[in-house]
T-cell receptor
Framework: DADVTQTPRNRITKTGKRIMLECSQT?????MYWYRQDPGLGLRLIYY???????NKGEISDGYSVSRQAQAKFSLSLESAIPNQTALYFC?????????????FGSGTQLSVL | LAKTTQPISMDSYEGQEVNITCSHN???????ITWYQQFPSQGPRFIIQ???TKVTNEVASLFIPADRKSSTLSLPRVSLSDTAVYYC???????????FGPGTRLSVLP
């Protein structure tokens, strides 16, 4: 979804480096999410935030941290990258109405940790 | 959150109707059923969401029996471009931390 922008699109880093992945959205949604996807597998939830003051751990939060700087911005950090954090990372937002709630995803960041 | 079970993979031919079934035996009263489609190297895309009976939109239909312990995503007259992974998610609105399983890999053959 073009309204959910992830930067960078690709990143190669070395073990032990700190790295930040950024996500910004123009949809005006309160809820934002970070997922990782490994080849051939489904998406696993890292962190999610239901508003600026709310941060929640997902199923695989160890080794990651997040910052919700504003409604539109949600950053994911790897404090000390390790090779098994090599994956495709997706940011998403969600919009809930009375009848429906759906996720909108960014284009992803391919991260390689050497 | 209710656990879901889907077939790992399915094959179909162009022009056929494809039905992908998802089992969710421990679905809760306030849970909704949502399906997403994912192409390689792209984020998933919302297809359809429903609570009971039948929901239809411009791309798919969702059939939910009365006991709600399963659901079926129906894709009419698939084309090669429908080759993708399809995920079934179950959970409540307003507070659902969406959890994706491995999904169903659909291959549409010419």
């Amino acid at each position: 979804d073009a309204d959910v922008t992830q930067t960078p699109r690709n990143r190669i880093t070395k073990t032990g480096k700190r790295i930040m992945l950024e996500c910004s959205q123009t949809k005006g949604h309160d809820r934002m999410y970070w997922y990782r996807q490994d080849p051939g597998l489904g998406l696993r939830l890292i962190y999610y935030s239901f508003d600026v003051k709310d941060i929640n751990k997902g199923e695989i939060s160890d080794g990651y941290s997040v910052s919700r700087q504003a409604q539109a911005k949600f950053s994911l950090s790897l404090e000390s990258a390790i090779p098994n954090q090599t994956a495709l990372y997706f940011c998403a937002t969600s919009d809930a109405t009375v009848e429906e709630e759906k996720l909108f995803f960014g284009s992803g960041t391919q991260l390689s940790v050497l | 959150l209710a656990k879901t079970t889907q077939p790992i993979s399915m094959d179909s031919y162009e022009g056929q109707e494809v039905n992908i079934t998802c089992s969710h035996n421990n679905i809760a009263t306030n849970d909704y059923i949502t399906w997403y489609q994912q192409f390689p190297s792209q984020g998933p895309r919302f297809i359809i969401q429903g609570y009971k009976t039948k929901v239809t939109n411009e791309v798919a239909s969702l059939f939910i029996p009365a006991d709600r312990k399963s659901s079926t995503l129906s894709l009419p007259r698939v084309s090669l471009s429908d080759t993708a992974v399809y995920y079934c998610l179950v959970g409540p609105l307003y507070g659902q931390n969406f959890v994706f399983g491995p999904g169903t890999r659909l291959s549409v053959l010419p």
